[in-house]
C-alpha cells in the first residue's frame, strides 16, 4: 500500500468525502488521524502495562511489540514530514521567516521524540528479557513519558503548521508526497492500523480512509480484515475496539 504514515489515500479520481468544516486539506485531515490515533495508543499502553503481570511472557511480547508498530509508524510519519511535507509547505513560501522558523523548532521536537522512541525501544526489551516488575514499570513509564510529550508536540503542530498547510499546500503537491513514499509494514501490520485509525475517526474520516484502499483491500477488510483487527485488539486489551 502506498502512503504517508501507513494511512491509505484516495486513488486518482476517486469520489472522496469532503472535509468536516473547518478540518483543513486532505493533508491536515491524514495528520490528524494519525496524531489522534498514536497518542491513544501510547497512553494505553502505559495503562495496560502498569497492570499486566509482569512475569507473564505473552503479555509482555504482545505489549511490547504493538509498542514497536506504534513507534515505527511515528518514526515513518515524522521522516515523511521532515523529508516531503514540511519542505513542500516552505516552497510555497519561501521568504516566510516565521515559518521557517517554526518547522526548525518541529524538526527539533520531532528529533527528540525520535530518540524517546529508541528509548522506548530498549525499555521494552528490557522487560520482555528481564519479566520483572521494575523492568515493567520501566516501559509503561517510558510510554507515558513518550505520551506527555507527543501530546504537546502535535498540539503546538495542529496549532501552528496545519492551518498553513490547509491554506497553502496544493492538492497536487499532497498528492505528490502520498504516491512518492511507500509503509514497510507488513500487510497484517497494515491491517491493525487501519483499523486503530478507524476506531476514533469521525464519520467523514472513516469514508476517506476506506475510499482510499483499492475495491480488493477495501473487500478484504470488510470480510477478513475488521475481524483480524478485532481479535488482535481484544488480545492486546482484552477488551473489544470502539469500532
Known amino acids: 500500500m502506498t502512503a504517508t504514515a501507513v494511512l491509505?489515500?484516495?486513488?486518482?479520481?476517486?469520489?472522496?468525502?469532503?472535509?468536516?468544516?473547518?478540518?483543513?486539506?486532505?493533508?491536515?485531515?491524514?495528520?490528524?488521524?494519525?496524531?489522534?490515533?498514536?497518542?491513544?495508543?501510547?497512553?494505553?499502553?502505559?495503562?495496560?502495562?502498569?497492570?499486566?503481570?509482569?512475569a507473564e511472557p505473552a503479555s509482555a511480547a504482545a505489549?511490547?511489540?504493538?509498542?514497536?508498530?506504534?513507534?515505527?509508524?511515528?518514526?515513518?510519519?515524522?521522516?515523511?514530514?521532515?523529508?516531503?511535507?514540511?519542505?513542500?509547505?516552505?516552497?510555497?513560501?519561501?521568504?516566510d521567516e516565521a515559518l521557517r522558523r517554526r518547522i526548525g523548532d518541529w524538526t527539533?521536537?520531532?528529533?527528540?521524540?525520535?530518540h524517546a522512541l529508541r528509548d522506548l525501544s530498549t525499555a521494552a526489551r528490557q522487560w520482555a528479557v528481564a519479566l520483572t516488575g521494575p523492568?515493567?514499570?520501566?516501559?509503561?513509564?517510558?510510554?507515558?513519558d513518550l505520551a506527555d510529550t507527543v501530546d504537546a508536540q502535535t498540539a503546538e503542530e495542529e496549532r501552528d503548521l496545519h492551518p498553513l498547510l490547509a491554506a497553502h499546500l496544493e492538492p497536487s503537491a499532497w498528492t505528490?508526497?502520498?504516491?512518492?513514499?511507500?509503509?514497510?509494514?507488513?500487510?497484517?501490520?497494515?491491517?491493525?492500523?487501519?483499523g486503530l485509525a478507524l476506531e476514533d475517526a469521525c464519520a467523514g474520516d472513516r469514508a476517506r480512509l476506506l475510499?482510499?484502499?483499492?475495491?480488493?483491500r477495501r473487500l478484504g477488510w470488510r470480510t477478513v480484515g475488521a475481524g483480524h483487527f478485532r481479535a488482535a485488539v481484544v488480545n492486546l486489551r482484552g477488551?473489544?475496539?470502539?469500532?
Not at 475510499?211 to 480488493?216: Q, W
Not at 477488551?239 to 469500532?243: C, E, K, R, S, V
Open 135 to 144: 523492568a515493567r514499570d520501566g516501559f509503561a513509564m517510558a510510554c507515558l
Open 211 to 216: 475510499a482510499g484502499l483499492p475495491p480488493l
Open 8 to 54: 491509505p489515500r484516495s486513488p486518482a479520481g476517486a469520489a472522496v468525502p469532503p472535509a468536516p468544516t473547518g478540518s483543513g486539506s486532505r493533508a491536515v485531515a491524514h495528520q490528524r488521524v494519525l496524531h489522534r490515533m498514536v497518542r491513544r495508543e501510547l497512553r494505553l499502553l502505559a495503562e495496560l502495562s502498569t497492570w499486566a503481570p509482569a
Open 239 to 243: 477488551a473489544p475496539p470502539a469500532l
Open 176 to 194: 505528490a508526497i502520498v504516491r512518492s513514499v511507500r509503509c514497510d509494514l507488513s500487510p497484517r501490520e497494515q491491517s491493525l492500523v487501519l
Open 108 to 114: 527539533t521536537r520531532c528529533g527528540r521524540i525520535d
Open 63 to 95: 505489549l511490547t511489540r504493538h509498542a514497536e508498530l506504534i513507534g515505527r509508524v511515528l518514526l515513518h510519519h515524522h521522516r515523511v514530514e521532515r523529508d516531503l511535507l514540511w519542505p513542500a509547505l516552505q516552497q510555497t513560501r519561501p521568504d
